[in-house]
C-alpha cells in the first residue's frame, strides 16, 4: 500500500461513518485545516494523533505507522491545477503575486513569508449577498542573511 | 508603450519619490493590496483613480489613460513562479490545494471560492520569535449551478 | 474502484442498455448536458439523482454513492486536448479568445463570465448545407471588486 | 511593423476615439464577434471591410492592407491562458470536453464541429440575480469520410 | 479492457495469423489506410466492418462491439513523436508548415485543408534510385465563414 | 538584419508587387512547393536562383546572399501549431501516425520515408462538393542499416 | 507481456547467466552496438537472429516472435534525458549541434548525416591518465532535394 | 553587444571573406570542431587565439576581449532540437541512450564518458554508394566515487 | 519487481526494525549520504555491501542482485522538484547559479565541478538561534579540454 | 535600463578592470559568494555597499540605486539549467534529492533546511590527483509548525 491508496481509504471511511474533517481534527487535537492536509497525505502525525485518527476511521497498525512517515509533498498532479476549486488559488497567484512581493518587501525588508512556520484557518463568513470564504494565514517573516 | 514598460516607470517614480504603497493607495482611495496589484498592472484604475495615480507619479496623460484599461492580467512569467518570495505561495497550493478543497466542499457544498468577488489585506503580526506575515482574504463561495 | 473505472463503467452499461444521454437526463431530471458531464465524472449528483442513475445503469450501492462525491475535475489529460472534436473548442479559445475579452468588458466592465454559475445547452441545428451544431451557454458575469 | 503592433494601435485609436465594437462591426458591415476577432489580428478583412475600418481608426495605407492579410491565427500566447477571463472558456473545456464529445457524436455520429464554418454572437441577458454572459455558436458538423 | 489493449490483441493476431493490412481492408470493404488506422484504435467501424474484422482476428463479440466505439484520438502519446518513422512526418510540417499555409491561402483563400473530410493512399514508388514511399492525400477545403 | 526579417520583407514585397508563388517558382526555375519554403527561410537558394528572387522582389545584395546560406530550419514556433490550417496536418499525425508506420515496416521493411531526399506537390481539386487540397509526396525509402 | 517487459527479462537472464554483450553479438551475429540497442528494444531481429537470442536467453517462443517486430524507438523516457550517462550525450549536443551543423554544410553541402544508414562502435581507449570511451559512428550523407 | 550578435557578426565575415572552418582553425592553432565550437560561442578562446581570430574575421578589440569570456553554454534554443540537421544527433540519443549506458558500464563499470574531458573529429568518409559523415569522439571515462 | 518497488520494502523494513542511515552506512562501510542514496536507488553496491545490506534488512538474494546493478539515476520525478524539502535545494541554483559559474571560472578557469568524482557530508551545525544543517561537498574540477 | 542589463555592465567592467570577485567582495565589506550573487543580480545591496560596488566599477547614480532595489529572483532562464558547469549542480539534485530529504528528517524531523538563513562558501581544495571544488553550505532547519 502506497500513500496515495492510504488518503483514498480515509476518504471512504470518513464518508461511510459520516464524519466531518472538524470534527477529526477535534479528536486529534489539531486545528481543522492542518488535521485534512495531515490525512490528504501532506503532514506526518505523531504516534498519538495517528493512533487517534486510526481509531477514529478504523485503520490498520500498518496504515497508522505509514501516517507517521513524513511524506513527499505535493499534492496538485500536474504544474497548473486543473480543478476549478483549486485553480482560484493558482489565479490569485498570477494576479497578485508580484504585489505581495512588492508589500513585503516594502514592510519587512528583503525575504519571504514561510510556508515552513506558518499555519491558517478557513471559515464561514456570512454575508447577505452570498456567504464568503474567509481564510487567514500567517507565516513568519524570514529574512534573507546578508553574509 | 506597452503596459510592463509603463509598470517599470511607476516603480522608479515611486523609488525615486520615495513614496509607499500604503500612501500610494491613500491617495487613490482604495486599499494597500489592490492599489499595488493595480499599479502592478493587475487591475484597471477609474478616471479618478488613475488621476490621482498620475499626479502622485508624475505619468503623462497617455499613461493615465493606459490605466483605465482592463488589462490581460497574469504576472507570474512562467507557469511556477521562480522568485522564492512568489514561489512560497505556489508551494501553499501543492501542500495545501487537496485540503482547500474538502474543506470549502464539506463546509459550503460543491463549488469554489471566488478570485473575482474577493478582497485582501496583508499586515505585520508582532511576535516575540519574529515577526509574522499575516494574510486574510475572503471570496464569495459561487456553488456550482445544477440545470 | 476510482471514479475513471466508474465512468467507464457507466458508458458500457449505457451501451448495452442502449439508453442515450437525453433519456438518462430525463430519469434523473436534469439538462442533458448537465447529466452527461456528471456521468462523465465532473459534477457530483444529488442522492436522488444518483439513486436513479443507479437503477437506470445496474451499479451497486458503492458505486451510487461514489456519483455523490464533488469529484476533482478536469478530463482532458493534457494541457492541449489532443481528440480532433475535443480540440475545436480549444481552438476557437485561441482564435476567439482575445475577442471574447474585448468584448464581455466593453458590455459589462472588468470581470469574467462565470464557468459555476454557467449553464448550457447543445442541440442540432438543420441546414440545407449540412446540419449545424448549435451550443448556447450562458453565466452569470462577475464583477471584479474593488477595495 | 508587425501584425502585433497593429492591434496594439488599433485598441488606442478605438480608445481614444470612444468608438465601440459594435460600432465598428456596423462600418464594416460584419457582425461585432467577427469585428473584433478580426480587428484583433485573427481575420483577414476584404479590400472594402479594410478601408472602412482604416477610416473609422484613421490607419494608414500600409496598415489598411495589412489587414486584408490572412493572419497567423492563435491569440492566448500560452498554451493554457493565463488571463481570468480567457481562462474560464478553458476550463469549460477541462470540465465539459468529455460530454461535448459523447453528445456529438451520440447526435450526429462520428464526426466535429467546425470551428471554421462557425459562427457565434455574445449578448447580455438581463438576470436580476445578476446579468449574465449568453454566447450562441453553431458550427456545421463534418462527419469523418470514410473510405 | 480498454481500446489500447485491444490494439495490442489485434496486432498479435494479424502477426500469427499472417494477414496483411491490405488483405484485412478488403475483408472490411475499407481502403488499407483507413482500415489500419480503424485497428490501430483511430477510427470506429460500423457493425457489419466490425463484425468481418473480428471473423478475421477471431475477436470476442464485446471486442467486435468496442471497434464501434468512436474512439478518444490521439496516437502519438508525446506533443512531438519520438518513433523516428513518425518523426520525419512531423518534421515536414516544422520545415513546410509556413509554405502549406501560404500556397493554401494564395489557391483557395482564407481556410483550411480538413482534416475530417479527409482521405489518403500510400503506395510503393519503384525507383532505380532506391524505391519511394508515396503518399496522396485530399481534404476538403473549408472557408472561414465570414458572419 | 535576421533571416526572420528577410521573409517579412519577402512577403512584403511580394503582396505589394502582386507576384504570385508560382510565378516566383517559375523565375527561379523550382516547383511552387520548394520555391515558397525556400523563400519562407527554410531552403538554402543556388547563387542563380537567389539572383532571380532577388530581382523578382528588389532585394538588396546582402539580402541575396543570406538567401543561400543553409537556414535554421523549424517555423512552427512551438512543439505544437496554434494556427488552424497548419494544426491541421499536425492532428493528421495524431490520427494516422501508428497507421503510417505499420503501412511503412510493412510494405518496405524497418526504416523510415526521409524527408530530406522528398519533394511535393500541392493542387486544387475540383469537387462539385467544394473543392479539395490535393497533396502528393515522395520521399525515398531508408532501410536501418544493421550493422 | 509487453516490449519494455521483455527488455526487463533479458537484462535479468543476461545477468544470471553472465554473459556480456560482445558474447550475445557474436551469437546473434551482429556488432555488440547494434546487438545492445536491438535487444533493448530499438531494433527488430531477422527470424535467425532472434532464435539464437532467445536460445542465450531462454526466451520462449512467443518472446522470440517479439523479437522480431519493428517496435516503437524511443528510450528516454524525458525529453531532456535524467540519467548522468546518458545525459552527457545530451550535452554534447547543446555544445556541438551547431558546430556540427556548421561543418556538415560546410564539408557536404545543405543536407543532414543519417540516423537510419548508419553504424557505429564503442571501444575503451587506453590512456594512462585515465581510459577513454571512444565512439566512431558514420552515417550516411543525405542532400536536401531540390525539386 | 551580447554574444550571439557577434556570432552573427562571426558567420557575416567568413561568409564574406570566403574563409573555411578547417582554415579560420588553422590560424588559431587548434582542431577544426573545436573553432567552429568556440566561433559558435560555446568555448572560450585564450588571448593569442582570439587575436589572431579578430585578425582573420576583422574583429574589434572588445569582440576580441569577448571570445576570451567563458561562454553560458547551450546552443539549441528548445529542449529538443527542431533543426533536422541536428535533431538527427537529438534521434540517436533516443534509440542507442539506453545501449550506450549498458556498453559503458559492462566495460568500464558505473560512471560516465566525460563531455568536459572530450575530444572529437569530424571527416567526410568516400564511399561509392554515397559519402559518409564521419565522427570520431572520445572522453575519459569517470567512475562515480564511492566514499 | 523493479527498483522503485525494493526501494519502497527498504523504506519499510528500516522503518520497522528501525534502524538508522547512519547505522546502515556502518553496516556497510560506506559513509551515510552515499548508503542513503545508494538504498534510495541511485548508486550500486559491490557484492560485499549488499550482501551486507540484505542482511540488516532482510532482503532476498534476487534483491541483494538487484542492488548491485548499476542504476538508472534521477530522482526528482519531474523537471522541477515539488517537495519543500527537496525544492530549496532547486532554488539554491536558480538563486546562486550564475555566481557558482563565476567563481569556479574565476579560480579555476573554464570547466566544471564533477558531480562524479564527488563526495559529500551532511551534519548538525548546533546553534543557539536554532541548529543549522550543514553540507559540505567537493568535487574535482574538471577542465574542459583544447584540442 | 533594465537589470540584466546593469548585470552585463557589471561583467563588462569588472573584465576590464581586471578586478577579481574576491576583490569586489572586500570593498563592499560582504563574502565573495553572496557578492557575486548579488551584483549578478539576485541580493540588493545596502547604500553604503551598492557606493562601494559603484565606485569600484565606475557605475552612475541611477545604476547605484538599481543594486539597492529588491530583485526578482531567478537566475537559470529555463526549468532545467543548460550550462554544463551549472548543470551539475541540478544533477546532484536528481541523483541525491531524496537521500538529503531522508537524512534531513531522521536527523532533524520533519522540516527544512532553509535557503534564506543561509550562507555558503566555495573554495579551491588542493589535491595531487586534482585540485577540488569545496562547498560549505549551511541553512537554519525550519521545523513544520504544527496547529
Not at 495517528?50 to 500498518?62: I, M, R, V
Not at 499534492?75 to 483549486?86: E, M, Y
Amino acid at each position: 500500500m502506497i500513500r496515495s491508496e492510504l488518503t483514498e481509504k480515509i476518504l471512504s471511511a470518513k464518508l461511510k461513518k459520516g464524519i466531518s474533517w472538524p470534527k477529526l481534527a477535534e479528536k486529534i487535537g489539531r486545528s481543522p485545516v492542518w488535521t485534512t492536509a495531515a490525512l490528504m497525505g501532506q503532514m506526518p502525525l505523531s504516534a498519538d494523533e495517528a493512533k487517534n485518527a486510526g481509531a477514529a476511521l478504523d485503520l490498520t497498525e500498518d496504515e497508522v505507522t505509514m501516517l507517521q512517515i513524513v511524506p513527499t509533498r505535493g499534492s496538485l498532479g500536474t504544474a497548473v491545477p486543473v480543478d476549478p476549486t483549486i485553480y482560484r488559488f493558482y489565479e490569485l497567484i498570477q494576479v497578485y503575486g508580484t504585489a505581495w512581493k512588492e508589500l513585503i518587501h516594502e514592510e519587512f525588508g528583503d525575504g519571504i513569508m514561510s510556508a515552513i512556520d506558518f499555519a491558517m484557518t478557513m471559515e464561514r463568513l456570512p454575508d447577505p449577498k452570498g456567504d464568503r470564504v474567509k481564510i487567514v494565514m500567517h507565516g513568519k517573516f524570514l529574512p534573507y542573511r546578508k553574509y
